[in-house]
């Protein structure tokens, strides 16, 4: 059963990856990188990590892709031009690719030993939660002052002077 | 009984249930509105008006589909269709009663009990944006887009204050499961007061409630936060290019989204299907109670009434709600329904509010509402938030 | 069966960081590119997570937690520079983005 929703899932994650590489206005490419965000959550749940799934769905594809599609909207560039580069570029580009990550997959079927299996492990609020605020807790403000530093320096550099 | 088969006769149940509400809430509030206007609303079709949801339904079926030439095709199809399924997604974590025991069937009165519920909820509020973005965005015109935009920035920025007004009764209950938040309301402090958040020591989540409430009215675009659909400002917002059935699923959307969003305050807040007052001392009668009232009033108003059609159909209506006022004196359907009775009865009450500041307050300007979010309510929901944690603490 | 290998979340994660390689490299709208970078972030966060759960311990779920938050910041800075340089340059081609060359 988890195995045929990992399947399904991881199926639909790939496929809205391929397009958010290959489509040609950056609006379609957001909306894609949001399928591929849910479908991950689908797959963090499977894996037990029930509060990283509804934070990856409320941070990520309910509130950084907001932001990315809000700014392609006012932006409004349009899709994107066919590339004058390189023929050979062309070329060997998608075979190499293709290599790349045929190496990165055998890799790491051969190093991890077949019966390597995972389950759905405890990852509630309460599990996350101790561990944030008491191992992690300096990581924990740290980010936190790092994230007040990224919203003054956003409002900083996209502000408008009003003569 | 196989659990994927109750599991799926659940969910008909509640979808069912949920798409009728959704069909008469539209006629509870043109009535209500009518009544605070003083006039009678639709009174017509049919006895007082019940067969007008039916007949605007049909309306918009039978007008005729237009696919503007304009508009980006694919996200144009996908709005409505993403809107109307993520508003009915979220009801699948309410709670609506305790467990009950119907024919050697022992079920939670809830469709699904996530351990992150509450996030769950918020997670699919958070996506309702796109839903709107995109119709504003797609329709490729000034309009759509200009409300798109307005109504994308007004639902993000109200998600904030809704966010903390949700996590104060949080720390409170100790979990995020909707379950637990309601069974943790259950003892009653000094045996007779309540021990709903909304009361509950140390910290009453009063604060917490009206600021969710506020929020709520602005996550569903309602009054005094609709501007981005307001008829008078801007064509119609962000639906100005659809028609016939795209254009109801998005007020099938919104309904269902208020629904959604009071039953998320009545379990929060009010405590979800617990009575206000213990079963010793009668609350289990309080469904008899209300309905032979409200059946003793519709006879009132409708035998002496000066319209015929009054003279006959509220006393009919009168005499249909004693018989159900007398078939819920029967201890069998007490032990079912009488929990039921109770949530939708503060549900309702929370969709009568929403729908009386409908009728009752004018609409915030813009930047009203954007100034209105950022520098009173959310403030005031983290130093709630604050206070809560604060008190819980120290009490614990 | 109730448990997958790990090798298929790994495979899957190469798998989701190499497109977003592959679009960081190919793509020439900065957005596009930007949105590359988020994919590889997200592949990097399914197999904390997976070995999180492999491993029976909660710190991989809290490293993916904190690199959510780092993404999120990174977000907005990021969006907030292609703003300016399209109000400056007027152009969201990164092959246009040249005056520093030559």
Redesign the interface.
Known sequence: ???VI?LMF?AL??FC??N??LRRH??S???W??G??VS?AV??G???????????????????M??????????N?GA??R?DASRMAQLL?LPL?AG??AV??LV??R??P?T??????????H??G???FT??LL?FEI?SL??L???L???V??YKEKH | MNPYLLMVLKAAVVLAALLATLLYIQWVERKVIAHIQRRLGPYRVGPHGLLQPVADTLKLLLKEDLLPGHVNRF?YLLAPFLAVTLALISIAVIPFGPQIELAGVRTWMQLTD???GV??V??IS??T??AI??AG?SSNSKYP?LGG?RS??QM?GYELPLGMAVAAPLLMSGS?SLREIVLGQQPFAGGIVPGWNIFRLPFPQVISFVVFLIAAFAETNRIPFDLPEAENELVAGFHTEYSSLKFASFFMAEYANMITVCAMATALFLGGWLPPCPAEYGSDYAPSVVLAVAGALLLYHGLPSAFRRDRLTLPAAGLAALAAAAVFLIPAVQNLLVPLFWFLAKTGFLLFVFIWVRGTLPRLRYDQLMRFTWTFLFPVGVLNLMATGLVVALGA | ????????????S??????????F?????I??V???I??ML?AV??TF??F???L?Q??G??F???V??????????G??????V?RNRA???I?ELDSLKN
């Open positions: 059963m988890a195995s990992f991881a994650a790939v990856g391929l958010v590489v950056p609006i490419s957001a909306l990188l949001i591929v965000m991950l797959l963090y499977l894996l037990g990590a029930h509060f990283l799934a509804a934070a990856q769905v409320i941070v990520y594809a309910g509130a950084i907001v932001l990315f599609v809000m700014v392609i909207m006012l932006v560039a994107e031009q590339s580009g690719l790349l990550l990165l997959g790491l079927w190093a991890t077949a390597a299996l995972v389950a759905a492990r405890k990852g509630t609020a599990d996350v101790t561990a944030l191992t992690y990581p980010t790092l994230v530093i990224a919203i320096g956003a409002v550099l996209a | 996200l996530l351990n992150v996030l769950f918020l997670a958070s996506l944006v796109y973005v995109l965005w887009l935009l994308a920035a993000i995020l | 069966m109730d448990a997958v290998p790990l090798s298929w979340y790994l495979v899957l190469a798998l989701l960081f190499g497109l977003g390689v592959a679009g490299l190919f793509r020439r709208n957005i596009t930007f949105m590359s988020e994919l997200n966060n399914l997570i997976a999180a759960s492999r029976s909660v710190d779920q809290v993916a937690f904190f959510m938050v780092v993404a999120a910041a990174e977000a907005a800075v969006l907030a520079i292609i703003l300016v399209f152009t969201l081609q092959d």
